[in-house]
Nanobody, 117 residues
Framework: QVQLVESGGGLVQPGGSLKLSCVAS????????IGWFRQAPGKEREGVSC????????HYADSVKGRFTISRDNAKNTVYLQMNSLRPEDTAVYYC??????????WGQGIQVTVSS
């Protein structure tokens, strides 16, 4: 059974930090590109960051560049998103994603991140 389980979300003040984790199971994690998406209330889901398998290159949305860092630990089947200098506009449900080719796409259940004073 394929599972992606996120953790580490919560409430944080502006300027604070959080580290999201996503543990994968049920598939060969090392062969998948992995990423984080988010969806704020009333908005479409958007890509935040992804990590490619081909060359290990990380990509970031312009809105999070320099503040967020994606990483993976293949031995633990885990992907992380370190989020620093958080802003109220980062408030959203964050989703973990694993993708291989155009047809195989797995999602986590999502976790809430709220940035507020």
């Amino acid at each position: 059974q394929v599972q992606l389980v996120e953790s580490g979300g919560g409430l944080v003040q502006p300027g604070g930090s959080l580290k999201l984790s996503c543990v994968a199971s049920g598939f060969r994690f090392v062969y998948y590109a992995i990423g984080w998406f988010r969806q704020a209330p009333g908005k479409e889901r958007e890509g935040v960051s992804c990590l490619m398998t081909s060359d290990g290159t990380a990509h970031y949305a312009d809105s999070v560049k320099g503040r967020f860092t994606i990483s993976r630990d293949n031995a633990k089947n885990t992907v992380y998103l370190q989020m620093n200098s958080l802003r109220p506009e980062d408030t959203a449900v964050y989703y973990c994603n694993a993708k291989r080719g155009p047809l195989v796409n797995f999602w986590g259940q999502g976790i809430q991140v709220t940035v507020s004073s």
